[in-house]
C-alpha cells in the first residue's frame, strides 16, 4: 500500500527531474505523460481497495494508509486521483504538440519550454499529496504549493497581460490561502484542547473522532475561515476574481488542469472540513455558508456570462457556475448529493479540459480568443469545432452525457433535503447560464466562416487528446460503471445523511 500511494506524487516529481535535466525534449514529455497515466491507474486500483469499504459505518471507515499514516486513500481520494489522472493525461498529452507550435512561433524559448515541463508533473504532484494527505495542516501545503506552481505557468507566455493575471492570482489566492492557514491553526488550538495528541492535532481521523468535543465557538470561526480560503482557490464569491484572469492568460493544458480539476481539489478540502465541522457544530453551520457563497458564485457567474465577449473568459466563469452549484450541493449534505456531487466534478473535468483544449487551437489560428473574431469553427475543422461541440455539450448537462444525471440527482436531493427554495434559485441561475453558453457557443461554432478566415491546425497530440475525451465523456454519460458504489462510498465516509 505505501508503494502505491507514494507513485501519485513521486512519478509526477521524477518527471519533473527528468525535464529539469534534459530540457523540453519528447522523451521527457512523453514521461510526464506517463506521470499522469501512472495517477490514473493509482486511483482505477485503489478502486477495488477502498471503493466499497465505506459500509455504512462512522465516517472515515473503509480508508486504507501508508507512510505511517501520512498518506490516507478512501474513496474521496480515489475519486479525485481519478479525476487528476484523467485530465492530467488528457493535458500533458495536448502540451506535446502545445509546447512544440509555441517554440516554432516564437511564443516561447527553449528556457521557458524547459520551466513549463518541469512545473506541470510538480503541478499534479502537489494535487495528489492535497488529496492523499491525511492531516489537514499537509492539505494546506499542498495547495498552497499548486499556487506556487500554478503561478509561472499562468505567466508562460510573459506577455504584460500574463503577468498582470499571475500577481492578481498569487495576491487573492495568497490571501484565500492565509485565512485557510488561520484556519488550520484555530482547528489545531481546539482539537488539542479536545485532548489530541500533539502530532496528531489535524489528522482527520483524530478529528472526527475528538468531534464532539471541539470548543463550537472557535470551531464556528475556523470553519468560517477555511471556507472563504478554500474557497478561494475554488473560485467561489468573494475571492472569485483572480479566475477568468488567470484562466483566459494560462496555456490551454494549465487552463485545463485548473479549471478542470485544481478547483475541484479545492472543494474536496472543503469536503473534508465539512465532515468535520458537522459533527461538531451540526450541519446547519456550514449548510448556510456553502448555500450563501454557493448561490452568489452562481449569480454572479451567470451575469457574467451573459455579457462576456472572450472566449476563454466565458469558460473560466463556467467553471465558476459549476463550483458553485458544488456548493450548493455539499450544502444538501445528502448522500445522493455528495454522489451527483462527484460524478459532476469528474464530467465537468473532462468537458472543461475539451473545451480548453479546442479554444487553444482556435487562439494559436486566430491570435485571438474574441468570441466576435471566431466563426464557422465547425465547418472549417471538425475535430477542433465537434470537440468544442461535445465539451459544451457536457457543460450545459445535456444527455446523454453525466451532467445532465448529476445536476438531475442534486435537484432531487436539494428537494429531499426541504431546500427547494435554494434549488430554485439554483435552476433559474443555471438556466441563465445555460442561455448566455449556447448564444456565444453557437456564434462560434456555426454559420459560415468570415473571408479570410485561418486554416485551424491541430498537432496530433491535440487531437488525440481531444478524441479521447469526446470518447470518455460519452463512455461517462453512458454508464459510470464501478465509480457508481465508489461515489457512495465516498458520500457515506464523508458522514452524508440519508
Same mark, same amino acid.
Given at each position: 500500500m505505501t508503494a502505491l500511494l507514494l507513485v501519485p506524487i513521486l512519478a509526477p516529481l521524477l518527471a519533473a527531474v527528468v525535464t529539469a535535466v534534459l530540457g523540453w525534449r519528447r522523451g521527457a514529455a512523453v514521461v510526464?505523460?506517463?506521470?499522469?497515466?501512472?495517477?490514473?491507474?493509482?486511483?482505477?486500483?485503489?478502486?477495488?481497495?477502498?471503493g466499497t469499504g465505506g459500509g455504512s459505518g462512522a465516517a472515515g471507515s473503509g480508508a486504507r494508509y501508508a507512510v505511517g499514516h501520512?498518506?490516507?486513500?478512501?474513496?474521496?481520494?480515489?475519486?479525485?486521483?481519478?479525476?487528476?489522472?484523467?485530465?492530467?493525461?488528457?493535458?500533458?498529452?495536448?502540451?506535446?504538440?502545445?509546447?512544440?507550435?509555441?517554440?516554432?512561433?516564437?511564443h516561447t524559448d527553449p528556457q521557458g519550454a524547459r520551466l513549463y515541463g518541469v512545473l506541470l508533473p510538480l503541478f499534479l504532484a502537489a494535487m495528489s499529496l492535497a488529496v492523499l494527505a491525511t492531516s489537514i495542516g499537509v492539505v494546506w501545503v499542498a495547495i498552497e504549493a499548486t499556487t506556487v506552481a500554478t503561478a509561472f505557468l499562468v505567466a508562460h507566455r510573459r506577455t504584460r497581460a500574463a503577468l498582470e493575471a499571475t500577481w492578481k492570482y498569487v495576491i487573492i489566492c495568497s490571501v484565500g490561502i492565509a485565512l485557510a492557514l488561520l484556519g488550520t491553526v484555530l482547528l489545531h488550538f481546539v482539537s488539542l484542547h479536545a485532548g489530541a495528541a500533539t502530532g496528531n492535532t489535524l489528522?482527520?481521523?483524530?478529528?472526527?473522532?475528538?468531534?464532539?468535543?471541539?470548543?463550537?465557538?472557535?470551531?464556528?470561526?475556523?470553519?468560517?475561515?477555511?471556507?472563504?480560503?478554500?474557497?478561494?482557490?475554488?473560485?467561489?464569491?468573494?475571492?472569485?476574481?483572480?479566475?477568468?484572469?488567470?484562466?483566459?492568460?494560462?496555456?490551454?493544458?494549465?487552463?485545463?488542469?485548473?479549471?478542470?480539476?485544481?478547483?475541484?481539489?479545492?472543494?474536496?478540502?472543503?469536503?473534508?472540513?465539512?465532515s468535520v465541522v458537522d459533527l461538531a457544530l451540526g450541519t446547519g453551520f456550514l449548510r448556510a455558508g456553502l448555500l450563501t457563497v454557493g448561490l452568489l458564485t452562481l449569480a454572479v457567474s451567470a451575469a457574467l456570462l451573459f455579457v462576456q465577449t472572450d472566449v476563454k473568459r466565458m469558460l473560466a466563469y463556467s467553471s465558476m457556475e459549476n463550483m458553485g452549484l458544488i456548493a450548493v450541493a455539499?450544502?444538501?449534505?445528502?448522500?445522493?448529493?455528495?454522489?451527483?456531487?462527484?460524478l459532476h466534478v469528474l464530467a465537468h473535468g473532462i468537458g472543461k479540459t475539451l473545451v480548453f483544449l479546442a479554444a487553444g487551437q482556435v487562439q494559436a489560428a486566430h491570435g485571438s480568443t474574441a468570441i466576435a473574431d471566431v466563426t464557422g469553427v465547425l465547418g472549417r475543422s471538425r475535430l477542433v469545432g465537434g470537440a468544442f461541440?461535445?465539451?459544451?455539450?457536457?457543460?450545459?448537462?445535456?444527455?446523454?452525457?453525466?451532467?445532465?444525471?448529476?445536476?438531475?440527482?442534486?435537484?432531487?436531493?436539494?428537494?429531499?433535503?426541504?431546500? +427547494?427554495?435554494?434549488?430554485?434559485? #439554483?435552476?433559474?441561475?443555471?438556466? %441563465?447560464?445555460? @442561455? $448566455? /453558453? =449556447?448564444?456565444?457557443?453557437?456564434?462560434?461554432?456555426?454559420?459560415? +466562416?468570415?473571408?479570410?478566415?485561418? #486554416?485551424?491546425?491541430?498537432?496530433? %497530440?491535440?487531437? @488525440? $487528446? /481531444? =478524441?479521447?475525451?469526446?470518447?470518455?465523456?460519452?463512455?461517462?454519460?453512458l454508464t459510470a460503471g464501478p465509480l457508481a458504489d465508489l461515489f457512495q462510498t465516498a458520500a457515506t465516509q464523508l458522514g452524508a445523511s440519508r
Open positions: 510526464t505523460v506517463g506521470a499522469a497515466l501512472s495517477v490514473l491507474v493509482v486511483g482505477v486500483v485503489l478502486v477495488a481497495l477502498v501520512l498518506l490516507r486513500a478512501d474513496a474521496l481520494s480515489v475519486t479525485m486521483l481519478i479525476v487528476i489522472g484523467t485530465v492530467g493525461s488528457l493535458a500533458t498529452w495536448a502540451s506535446i504538440g502545445y509546447i512544440d507550435a509555441e517554440l516554432a512561433h516564437g489528522d482527520i481521523d483524530v478529528l472526527l473522532a475528538h468531534a464532539s468535543r471541539l470548543d463550537p465557538a472557535v470551531t464556528r470561526l475556523a470553519a468560517g475561515l477555511l471556507l472563504l480560503g478554500y474557497g478561494a482557490k475554488a473560485g467561489l464569491v468573494p475571492f472569485h476574481t483572480w479566475l477568468a484572469d488567470a484562466h483566459s492568460q494560462a496555456p490551454a493544458p494549465v487552463s485545463a488542469l485548473m479549471s478542470g480539476v485544481l478547483l475541484s481539489v479545492a472543494m474536496s478540502a472543503l469536503l473534508r472540513v465539512k455539499a450544502a444538501g449534505g445528502t448522500r445522493l448529493a455528495i454522489a451527483a456531487l462527484l461541440l461535445v465539451g459544451l455539450a457536457v457543460l450545459l448537462g445535456l444527455p446523454p452525457f453525466a451532467m445532465f444525471a448529476s445536476e438531475l440527482s442534486i435537484s432531487r436531493a436539494l428537494a429531499d433535503a426541504h431546500l +427547494a427554495w435554494a434549488l430554485g434559485v #439554483a435552476l433559474v441561475l443555471v438556466a %441563465t447560464a445555460f @442561455a $448566455a /453558453l =449556447v448564444r456565444n457557443g453557437s456564434r462560434m461554432l456555426l454559420g459560415p +466562416a468570415t473571408p479570410g478566415s485561418p #486554416a485551424i491546425s491541430v498537432p496530433w %497530440t491535440v487531437g @488525440a $487528446a /481531444l =478524441v479521447t475525451g469526446i470518447a470518455l465523456s460519452l463512455a461517462l454519460g
